[in-house]
């Protein structure tokens, strides 16, 4: 690293106070070649935000005015951004002369972010003052998704709801209540009022999103989701475009240059030259589908090479299980174990794997070395991306954490942790109990193994007469638009057979709040309370997000009752709505539903927003000691700072964790494998003598041989595989002009729904044409700009091309997040970013959607709406996608195999298709690919398998004969 000498540009930028002396003593310490921030460094480097004490009263000038010095006097009120998972810290600077939010900015107090924000941060204070924005509850009037609205209050919205639901569920209608999540964010809060309503009424997004790559974590070491150690490590390796749209995308990507900047060095394999690619040391373009043939030969280099941590695989792998199984043959010895491997991946050469990905050999073998060197020091990321896109998908994230197991990065400093080791878990008042229901609509029996909610076949099951949604509430949750086939969700929810009353809570207009009933106006990230507890680095942290005008009226001496009061016009937030809608659901307590929302303090009384949260933060472990400390409450110390560290960053080897004696007492071990039982539950594992706590799987230790897979039907898949995907290019006609699309990818400045109420967000990123390359764009004749046509399995749109070098040849991509839309009849909404759309309906599931106007000016509370200069508002391409559910992990395969054609003279811009018949066809034949249950006992899904609301454990079993014929 060369950074220690200052640039005579730096010099003189510092010497005149335009940047901070980076040079000075104490900011750069060097450990040989390694530059090293403390967490205290990265705090001083915020040396210029106000300090704590002076949040109450703080004077900036306004540079607008310059040069006059206009003095604006702020309070300042820490929330938590809602833009993303990462929920990074944001403080609100709240004029005190108006009572005005004026700008949003950092918290150098929040452990994850540290002061830092992407775009989208900042971009909050668009959302707040949008002038499309809903201040009211609204309810429809004439028909479902007619566009006519009527103000109502609170009180009518939440005595329509509970009406329904106090009928649904003294008619034991259980199933027929659920709540579909969009953008979470609301730690443990649910978890606490759906099984108090005794249903099992959860439905979440994460099919669409991410339950490709848990499903391939999860079946190693029963862990969903990957802790990256970024700034720790040595070799950093992402699947995804991780540092520009990634999960934990600016907490990761700070951590990621700050572990670059200490020497590590970084890989990505995309087919795109996304940011992320364009900051690696290597880039590997891989043709998508085929990561996991790449890893698997990164894999055998290692084992070959020597390169694998011996202790680590004798002690946290299940390797006798496997030469048992595989290899009964074989004596069961540690060299058998590792002969056995190279034997079973001796295919996966670098020139094979080559071959599949288009990834040169010799850069798979040169980072095969570097990460068999980095050893124990291997961070590595698999998230949406390849998991999320193709058949099999879940696999690739099977295969990179086979590289971190044989490295031995397991949970290691600069490795890779599980997620659960470094997120903070509520402890909620009055907790229910699990709930003893199974809702089949959201977990069927096609999909025993299915890591999460079958979201994307709701509409189909709908369709098929599987059962009915009586009460519907959408949450920040946008299906028509987000979703693969839009269109069938259309159908559905103009269906009141299908549909009984949809309620949707949401912050903005959007094209699935259109076909809603109720339109609930939900807080933004400084209108909300919510607790965010994200697995960033190798700490732990919880943080709080909070109605910020509200606080300020706390603070103030005057506190209000509802969120509601203190937020523009009725924005609420579902806190309180839920708390509210419990009671009235239940208003006598005869149900039993009321007493889990009773104060934990005023026995009878209904709980306050301020007694949830001050039980939870009262538990958590260090924040009372740190409360006493300047003399407040747990609530106010969050309520002050916005966040807290739980721990500081050495959650680090916590499978060795020892069981205490209490622990042990009355417990068993398995002579077998040495797993230790107790009553009946697996609560740890023998390892060189001593009893660990390992890992929550059947053998506690990371199962490269998987019973699992084998009792439930899939043994091909029983060690890490390569799955062929539905676009390898064998299954590609090419001479009729068939290319695979990647739709997964998305611009860093871009929210899924709700970017388009930002306006500096739609600003900057506006369209989403089709990257192609130029070998491909000459191969038919396009330039930057021309129109194309993209037939997908059920209909087309028709965007334009951008001809770009940072496509890899043969493969086209288009971002999501763009191509809004709203129709003649509907609510202003998003005007920044929608076009005006007419939609007809030709024939029975037959759509049409064409534009009729694009982006323009428009008259407004804010002056810059007249100064809108964009017009293209980008091409709605989910909606022409169909359900692709992969077999075993549920997830939908993003990826489309599309047939690309010159438009016709009647084609436009815009203009989309789309056949639902079809749709339900496509549907139909990968359904035709699932294993269904039952698997071993009549259980309908792996005892040991998480589960979102996991109920409780009779409903596992299949009772009836029907599908169960031996029970
Ligand atoms: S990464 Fe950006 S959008 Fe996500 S929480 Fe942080 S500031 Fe908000």
């Not at 040396?47 to 004490?53: A, L, S, T, V």
């Not at 003294?170 to 969009?182: L, P, Q």
């Not at 977990?443 to 599987?466: D, I, N, V």
Request: with cysteine; aromatic share 12%; glycine share 8%.
């Amino acid at each position: 690293m060369g950074y220690k000498k200052a640039s005579f540009i730096e010099n003189l930028a510092e010497k005149i106070g335009l940047i901070p002396d980076l040079h000075k003593e104490g900011y750069q310490e060097f450990d040989s070649d390694m530059r090293h921030f403390s967490d205290e460094k990265v705090a001083e480097m915020y040396e210029n935000f106000p300090p704590p004490e002076k949040w109450n009263d703080w004077i900036e000038f306004d540079p607008k005015s310059w040069p006059k010095k206009k003095k604006t006097n702020y309070q300042i009120v820490p929330t938590t951004c809602f833009n993303c998972e990462s929920a990074c810290g944001l403080t609100a600077f709240i004029d005190k002369s108006s009572g005005e939010i004026k700008k949003f900015e950092g918290n150098p107090y929040h452990p994850g972010s540290r002061g830092r924000n992407c775009a989208k941060g900042p971009a909050t204070i668009n959302q707040v003052t949008d002038p499309d924005r809903i201040l009211f509850p609204l309810k429809r009037k004439g028909k479902r998704g007619d566009g006519e609205w009527e103000r109502i209050s609170w009180d009518e919205a939440l005595d329509t709801i509970a009406d329904r639901i106090r009928k649904a569920l003294k008619e034991d209608r259980h199933n027929e209540i659920a709540y579909h999540v969009g953008r979470p964010g609301h730690e443990g809060f649910m978890n606490w009022v759906l099984p108090s309503w005794g249903i099992d009424g959860h439905n979440s997004h994460t099919n669409i999103c991410s339950s490709g790559a848990r499903f391939g974590y999860n079946i190693w070491y029963g862990y969903d989701r990957p802790s990256p150690d970024h700034a720790e490590a040595k070799f950093i390796l992402l699947i995804s475009a991780h540092l520009e749209s990634g999960h934990y995308f600016n907490p990761h990507a700070q951590r990621i240059i700050e572990g670059k900047m200490k020497g590590a060095k970084l890989a990505t394999m995309d087919p795109r030259l996304s940011n992320t690619a364009s900051m690696s040391d290597y880039w590997m373009p891989s043709y998508p589908g085929t990561e996991a043939a790449v890893l698997l030969a990164m894999a055998l280099i290692i084992l070959e090479e020597n390169l694998y941590n011996r202790p680590y695989l004798e002690n946290w792998t299940n390797w006798q299980e496997y030469l048992e199984a595989k290899h009964p043959d074989k004596e069961i010895t540690f060299e058998n174990y590792i002969e056995a491997m190279k034997e079973e991946y001796k295919e996966f050469t670098p020139e094979f794997a080559e071959k599949e990905s288009g990834v040169k050999a010799e850069m798979i073998r040169e980072i095969a070395v570097k990460i068999g060197e980095a050893g124990e020091r291997f961070a590595s990321h698999n998230w949406r991306s390849a998991g999320a896109s193709n058949l099999g998908g879940w696999a690739v994230a099977r295969c990179l954490h086979f590289l971190t197991v044989l490295t031995g990065a397991v949970g290691a400093k600069g490795g890779t942790s599980p997620n659960s080791w470094n997120k903070f878990k509520p402890e909620v008042p009055n907790p229910p109990k699990p709930q003893k229901k199974w809702n089949e609509l959201h977990f069927p029996k096609e999909y025993p193994l299915a890591f999460f909610e079958m979201s994307q076949l709701l509409p189909h099951f709908l369709k098929e007469g599987r059962g009915k949604m009586d009460v519907y509430f959408s949450r920040v949750f946008n299906p028509v638009w987000t979703y693969p086939d839009g269109f069938t969700w259309m159908e559905m929810f103009m269906d009141e057979t299908k549909f009984g009353l949809h309620a949707a809570l949401t912050p903005i207009w959007s094209e699935t709040a259109f076909f809603a009933d109720l339109v609930l106006p939900m807080g933004l990230a400084p209108e909300r309370h919510d607790i965010n507890s994200y697995a960033t680095h190798g700490g732990t942290w919880v943080a709080f997000r909070q109605p910020v005008l509200r606080e300020a009226a706390r603070r103030n001496g005057t506190p209000v009752q509802y969120t509601y009061e203190a937020n523009p016009g009725e924005v609420w937030e579902e806190d309180e709505f839920w708390i509210e809608l419990s009671w009235r659901i239940d208003p006598d307590g005869s149900m039993g539903i009321r007493k889990h929302f009773e104060s934990p303090k005023r026995p009878g009384e209904k709980i306050t927003i301020e007694e949830y949260y001050q039980y939870i933060f009262e538990r958590i472990q260090g924040l009372p000691e740190a409360a006493k400390k300047e003399g407040l409450s747990e609530f106010e110390y969050m309520s002050k700072y916005g966040a807290f560290e739980i721990e500081k960053g050495e959650s680090y080897k916590k499978n060795e964790n020892l069981l205490s004696k209490e622990q042990l007492k009355g417990s068993v071990v398995d002579k077998k494998n040495g797993v230790i039982r107790k009553n009946g539950k697996d609560i740890g594992v023998m390892i060189n003598g001593e009893a660990m706590v390992g890992f929550p799987t059947p053998s506690r230790k990371n199962e490269f041989y998987s019973q699992t897979m084998v009792d439930w039907n899939w043994p091909e898949y029983s060690t890490p595989t390569y799955i062929k995907s539905h676009i390898h290019n064998d299954v590609l006609d090419k001479s009729k002009g068939e290319y695979v699309l990647v739709p997964t990818f998305r611009l860093p400045t871009l929210i899924h729904s709700r970017s388009g109420n930002a306006k500096w967000l739609v600003e900057i990123s506006n369209r989403n044409p089709i990257w192609m390359h130029p070998e491909d764009a000459a191969k038919w004749n396009f330039k930057t700009g021309d129109l194309v046509k993209m037939n997908t399995d059920i209909g087309y749109f028709i965007d334009k091309v951008w001809v770009t070098q940072s496509m890899k040849p043969g493969v086209v991509a288009c971002s999501h997040h763009i191509g809004r839309w709203r129709r003649e009849q509907d609510s202003d909404g998003n005007r920044w970013a929608t076009n005006t759309v007419d939609i007809e309906n030709t024939a029975t599931g037959q759509w049409k959607m064409s534009t009729k106007r694009g982006i323009k000016p428009f008259e407004s509370s804010d002056s810059d709406s007249k100064r809108i200069f964009w017009k293209d508002g980008g091409v709605h391409q989910n909606i022409t996608h169909a359900v692709h559910p992969d077999p075993i992990s549920g997830m939908h395969t993003w990826h489309q195999r599309v047939r690309i054609e010159k438009p016709g003279p009647d084609d436009n811009y815009g203009d989309i298709f789309v056949d639902t018949n079809k749709s339900h066809e496509v549907y139909k034949e990968w359904l035709a690919m699932a294993r269904p249950a039952p698997g071993p006992d009549g259980l309908r899904r792996p005892l040991w398998f998480k589960r979102a609301f996991k109920p409780d454990e009779s409903t596992y079993y299949i009772k009836d004969d029907k599908n169960n014929p031996e029970k």
